[in-house]
């Protein structure tokens, strides 16, 4: 079994926040999932609003903690954005039928899907947290898990190489 490809990169501003999510949403296509991780300030929503006007949603892109789900139509693809936060049991998360908008009807971007990233199949699953001491910087950690990056994953290294983290 190979190992899960790994990104780690570090977005100095907030507009280097929205330059990676511009950079994965140039390279989405419609079944894509993506599950967001981060304490809460993180930056997740800041990172699917870069996300949603790379793939040209023009209205504001905002948290659907109440709503669990806002979707947002574009010209080549319909944005599904949803917001786990206030959900108890993962039963409510199959309820919500994620997987199924992102087979049929396009990108899941999905904000605290990391606490149930178990239960889906093919994603990339996006951390992000406060680069101390700089509080405008974050720490992006992007890694793909099953094969639907596999043939995007170079791509997805070009485009964010200028903020890879060294090692």
Known sequence: MSPTPRLELRAPSLGATHAVAAALAALSRSGDIILLGGEMGAGKTAFVQGFGRALGVSEPITSPTFNLVHSYDTASVTLHHADLYRLE?????ADLGLGELAEYHGIVIVEWGDVVE????DHLAVRLEIDE???DGRLVTISAVGHLWATRWAALERATADLAVAR
Do not use: I, K, Y
């Open 118 to 121: 178990s239960s889906f199949g």
């Open 89 to 93: 049991h993962l039963a409510e998360v």
């Open 133 to 135: 001491p700089d509080l």
